[in-house]
């Protein structure tokens, strides 16, 4: 599960019902911070338009706005440590 290493998820181009939005949704189970390029600048994005239109992703439209994103999980300081029991 990639989203369960990361701490966070950005998706470029995805289609609704694809391996990508897959990985959305057990990234928004477990918390992570969410992003997508905007769904007018990919040709395949149902799946950023999902996400844009929920209101579940912030939404990326220029360099600033990646920028914005990874500082936001930079300044993030809580860690899980994983337990196999």
């Known amino acids: 599960m990639q989203s369960g290493i990361s701490q966070g998820v950005f998706v470029v181009e995805a289609e609704e019902g694809s391996g990508t939005m897959h990985t959305v949704d057990f990234a928004l189970r ?4 969410l992003a997508c390029y905007s769904y007018k600048m990919t040709e395949f994005s149902s799946g950023n338009k999902y996400l844009e239109s929920m209101g579940k992703a912030q939404i990326i ?12 999980i930079m300044e993030e300081n809580s860690y899980e440590q994983l337990s196999f029991l």
Request: glycine share 0%; net charge negative; proline share 0%.
């Open 61 to 72: 439209s220029n360099q600033i706005d990646v920028e914005d994103y990874i500082d936001k």
């Open 30 to 33: 477990q918390y992570k911070r």
